[in-house]
Nanobody, 114 residues
Framework: VQLQASGGGLVQPGGSLRLSCAASGISFSFNRMGWYRQAPGKQRELVATISSGGTTTYADSVKGRFSFSRDNTKNTMYLQMNSLKPEDTAVYYC?????????WGQGTLVTVSS
């Protein structure tokens, strides 16, 4: 199983980015997925999850700004990030949970700075 994350980069405060995570080697449709992030010097934290049925949850810090979606036909998940703030700066990791296993992407760096 491989998860390939992409889409990170440098963006100014208030800007937008869309992260993608493509999965291979696993049936995509029936699994719960998530995005996590880890800022320098901090622990990894959960940003958002999406169930196999498409139900999403978000950390309070990103509610109303981030949107998590999935395309089962492309085995790809997306995190649309709007109104970005400097405190969103972190390495973002995608995760796919297929009990009892948890798979991680390699991480993509998002830097929000003027």
């Amino acid at each position: 199983v491989q998860l390939q994350a992409s889409g990170g980069g440098l963006v100014q405060p208030g800007g937008s980015l869309r992260l993608s995570c493509a999965a291979s080697g696993i049936s995509f449709s029936f699994n719960r997925m998530g995005w996590y992030r880890q800022a320098p010097g901090k622990q990894r934290e959960l940003v958002a999850t999406i169930s196999s049925g498409g139900t999403t949850t978000y950390a309070d810090s990103v509610k109303g700004r981030f949107s998590f979606s999935r395309d089962n036909t492309k085995n790809t998940m997306y995190l649309q990030m709007n109104s970005l703030k400097p405190e969103d700066t972190a390495v973002y990791y995608c995760n796919l949970f297929s009990a009892p296993y948890s798979y991680w992407g390699q991480g993509t760096l998002v830097t929000v700075s003027s």
